[in-house]
C-alpha cells in the first residue's frame, strides 16, 4: 500500500511539473526554422499554436538584420509581412507569405501583447535571400573540392619523405609552428561542436545565432593533427643533417603554451568564461598561420633548392585556398554580403596571405631553383687550394 500511495504521489508531482513547463513555455513553432529564397520568390509558412489559446492574440513581426531587432526594416530585404491573428480555442496554423526583396540575411521573429504567449523570442525563422539558388548548389561544390584538396594536401610530403628516406629540406620550425597552430583549432573546434556547456555558453551570447564550427571543420582538424604526427615521427626516423628547431620558434612555441597555462588557471578561477579561453586558442591558429611559412621560404632561399619541400603539398594547398577565396566572392555576392569579406579582414586575409605563400613557392620551385640540388657553402678547411710547388715548376 505505501509503495502504491509512493508512485501515485510521484506520478501526481510528474503531473504537476509538467504543467508548469507547459505554462512558462512557449505556445508558438514556425513552419521552418531556416529558408532560402531567390530574389522576388515568394514563400509561404505558417505559424502553428501549441496549445489553445483563451483568447484570441494578435502577432507582430520583428526583422533582425545584424545584431539589431526592429519592427522595420532599414533595408527592406523581404516585404514588411502584415500582421496575424491567432484565434482562440483553436490549434489550427496560421499562414503568412514572406517575399522577398533583396538578398541579404533577415531573422523574421514574432511579438505579442498577449499574456499567455511567452519565450517568443525563441520562435523565429531564418530567411537567407539569394541572387542565385543554383550559386549555392555551386559554392556547395566548391566546398567540397577544397576540403577535399586541403584534407589530401597534407600526404604529398609524407610520401616524398617516405620515399628519400629523408627529411632534409623540410623545415622544423614550420612544422612546429603547424602541429601547435592545428593543435589549437583543434581544441577550439572539438569544444566548440561537442562540449554542451560551451555550446550553451555561446547560445547565451548569441540566442538566434548558428554555431560556426560544424561536422567538416572537427574531422579536418583532427585529421591534420594525426597527419603532421606522422611527419614529425619521420623527422625521428629518417636523415635529417643537421636541420634542428630554432630558438626564436622555441621562445614563441613556449610563449604560447605559457599563455595557454596561465589563462588555463584564469578560466578555473571564474574570471573568464571557457568560450572565451576557447577563443583564445583561435587567436593562437590565426597567429601561427601568419608565421609558419617563413622559415620553409627562407631556407628554400638559402639552400638555392626546393629539393625536401613537396611542391605537390604546395599544389593542393594553393587550389584549396584559391577555391576558399572564390567561393568567400560568391557567397557576398549572391547575398549582397560584401561586410562578410571586407567588414571582417581576418578570415580573407589569412586565406589571401597563404596563397600568397603557395604562388611564392611554386616561383621558386619551378623558376628561381628549378632542378637545382640544395646548394651547401664550402667550408674554409674545404676548399681546394693550389699547389705552390707544382705552380713554381710551371713557371708560374
Request: proline share 3%; with cysteine.
Amino acid at each position: 500500500m505505501k509503495m502504491e500511495f509512493g508512485r501515485r504521489r510521484m506520478a501526481l508531482l510528474l503531473v504537476l511539473l509538467l504543467s508548469v513547463l507547459t505554462v512558462n513555455g512557449a505556445y508558438l513553432n514556425m513552419s521552418a526554422s531556416s529558408i532560402s529564397i531567390e530574389l522576388n520568390e515568394e514563400k509561404r509558412l505558417y505559424l502553428l499554436p501549441r496549445s489553445e489559446l483563451d483568447e484570441s492574440a494578435l502577432i507582430e513581426f520583428t526583422y533582425e538584420i545584424g545584431s539589431e531587432i526592429k519592427f522595420e526594416q532599414d533595408t527592406k530585404l523581404i516585404r514588411d509581412v502584415p500582421n496575424v491573428t491567432i484565434p482562440a480555442n483553436s490549434t489550427e496554423k496560421v499562414p503568412f507569405l514572406v517575399k522577398s526583396e533583396s538578398p541579404g540575411h533577415v531573422i523574421l521573429g514574432i511579438n505579442s501583447t498577449s499574456t499567455e504567449l511567452q519565450d517568443l523570442k525563441d520562435v523565429y525563422v531564418r530567411i537567407d535571400v539569394y541572387h542565385s539558388t543554383m550559386l549555392v548548389v555551386i559554392n556547395s561544390v566548391i566546398g567540397w573540392i577544397y576540403f577535399v584538396a586541403w584534407t589530401v594536401s597534407f600526404y604529398p610530403q609524407v610520401y616524398s619523405n617516405f620515399k628519400r628516406k629523408s627529411v632534409i629540406g623540410l623545415n622544423f620550425d614550420y612544422l612546429t609552428y603547424n602541429i601547435l597552430g592545428f593543435l589549437a583549432y583543434g581544441f577550439f573546434n572539438v569544444g566548440m561542436f561537442w562540449l554542451p556547456s560551451i555550446k550553451n555558453e555561446y547560445a547565451n551570447d548569441h540566442p538566434r545565432g548558428i554555431n560556426p564550427v560544424q561536422l567538416n571543420d572537427v574531422i579536418f582538424t583532427i585529421h591534420a593533427v594525426f597527419i603532421t604526427i606522422i611527419t614529425i615521427v619521420q623527422c625521428f626516423i629518417y636523415e635529417r643533417g643537421h636541420q634542428k628547431i630554432s630558438k626564436f620558434c622555441k621562445v614563441l612555441v613556449g610563449i604560447a603554451i605559457l599563455f595557454s597555462v596561465i589563462t588555463l588557471f584564469v578560466a578555473v578561477g571564474g574570471k573568464i568564461t571557457w568560450l572565451t579561453y576557447l577563443y583564445y586558442f583561435s587567436y593562437i591558429k590565426l597567429g601561427v598561420t601568419l608565421i609558419k611559412y617563413v622559415p620553409q621560404a627562407y631556407m628554400n632561399y638559402q639552400r638555392k633548392s626546393t629539393e625536401g619541400w613537396s611542391i605537390g603539398n604546395v599544389l593542393l594547398d594553393c587550389t584549396g585556398g584559391s577555391l576558399s577565396l572564390l567561393q568567400m566572392f560568391l557567397l557576398s555576392y549572391n547575398s549582397n554580403d560584401w561586410g562578410s569579406i571586407f567588414g571582417d579582414p581576418t578570415k580573407f586575409g589569412l586565406g589571401f596571405f597563404s596563397v600568397l605563400f603557395d604562388i611564392l613557392f611554386m616561383v621558386q620551385h619551378y623558376i628561381l631553383y628549378r632542378g637545382n640540388s640544395a646548394y651547401t657553402p664550402i667550408k674554409v678547411e674545404d676548399e681546394v687550394k693550389p699547389d705552390d710547388s707544382k705552380i713554381q715548376q710551371n713557371g708560374v
